[in-house]
């Protein structure tokens, strides 16, 4: 089973990048698929989650600014990010767990893509 996730970059503040994640191995269908990132020196946070049945969770600080979408019938999971400020400087990874409930917590998901970066310059 593989996550790999893409789109990072580098970008001004206030513009928008577009993360992508493939999964593989497996159909995750059933399994809740989610967004998180960890910048230097701080812990790993959730960003957004969306379950198979489309529940979401997002962040209190990118809700409104980032849009988290799945594709079940081709096992792939999108971030839009628009409005992007310094402070969401991280590198973001993607992840999954057999769950059909919202999870929160970064020890519960089983799966993780190996991170892509994302630069906000002021």
């Known amino acids: 089973v593989q996550l790999q996730a893409s789109g990072g970059g580098l970008v001004q503040a206030g513009g928008s990048l577009r993360l992508s994640c493939a999964a593989s191995g497996r159909s995750f269908s059933g399994y809740i698929m989610a967004w998180f990132r960890q910048a230097p020196g701080k812990q790993r946070e959730l960003v957004a989650c969306?379950?198979?049945?489309?529940?979401?969770e997002y962040k209190g600080s990118v809700e409104g600014r980032f849009t988290i979408s799945r594709h079940n019938a081709k096992n792939t999971m999108d971030l839009q990010m628009n409005s992007l400020k310094p402070e969401d400087t991280a590198v973001y990874y993607c992840a999954s767990s057999r769950s059909s409930r919202i999870i929160r917590s970064s020890t519960l998901y089983e799966y993780w893509g190996q991170g892509t970066q994302v630069t906000v310059s002021s």
């Open positions: 969306i379950t198979s049945a489309g529940n979401i």
